[in-house]
């Protein structure tokens, strides 16, 4: 994922992961439900009203990552070649994001059981990812040069979405003897 340059967005992004990784203690420690946001803010040392210049939800600090990967993806479909089938150049680009999930292995997996056990947080994440499906959707239209009406760019991101949530929850809670991207 591209780091952010300047002072103001480096201490905005270390605030927001400090934030993230002081909730994730507390909804292990009390539960997702029975944290919150004022926990969280005095945890983090930062006033209730501040918790929302970071997050829209409490749901949102479960999958904070979500608009960042996003973006890495049509990073690197953008970076594929105009003239590779647009499945493979799809599962190159989740491939490629697939990869940075082996550092945050421990994290994900933390992440992984909250959203698991919470029916909020899991609901979130599907609104999060429909999302992703129509802006992924968009984005192969205009790649392969189709009408929005087809329904061959709209197929293919709710496919690649799908591999992508099995193949990350199957990764998450089987013994990792083979690497997320394959």
Not at 76 to 98: C, G, H, I, M, N
């Amino acid at each position: 994922m591209s780091e952010p340059s300047g002072l103001r967005e480096r201490k905005k992004r270390d605030r927001r992961r400090q934030i993230e990784d002081v909730a994730i203690e507390l909804f292990e420690q009390q539960g997702f439900d029975a944290t919150t946001i004022e926990q969280i803010a005095a945890a983090a040392e930062i006033a209730p009203r501040t918790f929302f210049s970071y997050f829209e939800t409490k749901d949102d600090l479960v999958i904070a990552d979500y608009a960042d990967r996003l973006g890495r993806i049509l990073h690197e479909l953008d970076q594929r070649p105009a003239d590779e089938p647009t499945w493979r150049a799809l599962r190159a680009s989740f491939a490629a994001v697939a990869s940075d999930y082996a550092a945050e292995v421990d994290r994900l997996a933390r992440r992984f059981s909250i959203m698991a056990t919470t029916p909020s947080v899991q609901a979130r994440s599907l609104q999060l990812q429909a999302g992703w499906e129509h802006t992924l959707a968009a984005h192969l239209a205009t790649r392969m040069g189709a009408d929005s009406s087809e329904p061959t760019p709209r197929l293919l991101a709710a496919t690649a979405v799908a591999v992508m949530r099995a193949s990350l929850q199957h990764w998450l809670t089987a013994p990792q003897a083979v690497e997320l991207p394959t």
